[in-house]
């Protein structure tokens, strides 16, 4: 069975006034369905760019992209939307909430915009499993980091993607949020066989998936090599 996501030889580089930044020296990953998986890698090894290019946000110099065995490196806008809205759900590592709404229109709008059916109702059940009912009519402003941060995972499980790609969706939470964020993870994971890839910097927690690996001088290790 293919994979729900693959890669191969992804290679990624930004400009900077010192010359090219060659961040991603070729990716190969595979990600079957399901899997819980972790990427662990220092501040500025490229963890998040390599998750936008897997989230179909960013698109990589070299190298190819599959999900559930299309290759998706080259898709038009249009096919990417509706992949990214359907079966992709991103936590961002700085939330990225639209600050002129309230958390519960935040959540819903990839629901809305995805024609999904009771959508409320699964924004609230969400909402309640991170404890946030409380907050549902504040705006991003008037909610801690930590409490967008768990905002931002809401939205990416809205309309049930299966796969989710999480940036250190605990970065901002005590040791008891992480759990009960965590434990939301787990059992969707468990339950509804949704696949996650999670990136982290909590070793903690990244004990935890099915298979971790490093980010480390632009490529993937696993942590014994
Ligand atoms: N748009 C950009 N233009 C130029 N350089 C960039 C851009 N985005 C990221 N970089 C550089 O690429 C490298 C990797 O950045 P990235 O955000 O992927 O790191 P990271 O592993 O997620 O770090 P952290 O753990 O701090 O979040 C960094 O050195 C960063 O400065
Ligand atoms: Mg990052």
């Given at each position: 069975?293919?994979?729900?996501l ?12 010192h010359?090219?930044?060659h ?16 990427i ?25 992209l599959?999900f ?9 806008d ?31 709008l ?13 924004a ?5 499993q991170?404890?946030?009912?409380e907050?549902?009519k ?24 299966a ?8 970065g ?54």
């Open positions: 069975m293919a994979a729900i693959e890669t191969k030889g992804i290679e990624k580089s930004y400009s900077s006034p010359g090219k930044l961040v991603l020296r070729g990716i190969d990953m595979r990600l079957e369905q399901g899997e819980m998986m972790f662990t890698g220092r501040s500025g090894s490229g963890k998040s760019t390599l998750l936008h290019l897997l989230g179909l946000l960013d698109t990589c110099d070299k190298g190819q599959f559930a065995g299309e290759n998706v490196t080259k898709l038009n249009r096919k990417t939307c509706k992949l990214r809205n359907g079966s992709i759900g991103f936590l961002f590592q700085f939330y990225n909430l639209l600050p002129e709404l309230t958390v519960l229109e935040n959540v819903t990839p629901g809305l915009i995805g024609k999904r059916k009771k959508v409320t109702q699964r609230k059940e969400l909402l309640e991170v404890e946030l009912v907050r549902m504040h705006f991003p402003h008037q909610l801690s980091g930590g409490e967008q941060q768990r905002v931002g995972l809401v939205r990416a499980l809205i309309n049930e993607p796969l989710v790609l999480c940036d250190e969706p605990t901002n939470l005590d040791e008891e949020s992480s759990e009960m964020v965590m434990r939301l993870i787990r059992r969707l994971n468990k339950e509804r066989k949704q696949t996650f890839c999670i990136v982290t910097h909590d070793e903690i927690i990244a004990r935890e998936g099915n298979s971790k690996l490093h980010l480390r001088s632009g490529v993937l290790h696993s942590p014994a090599a």
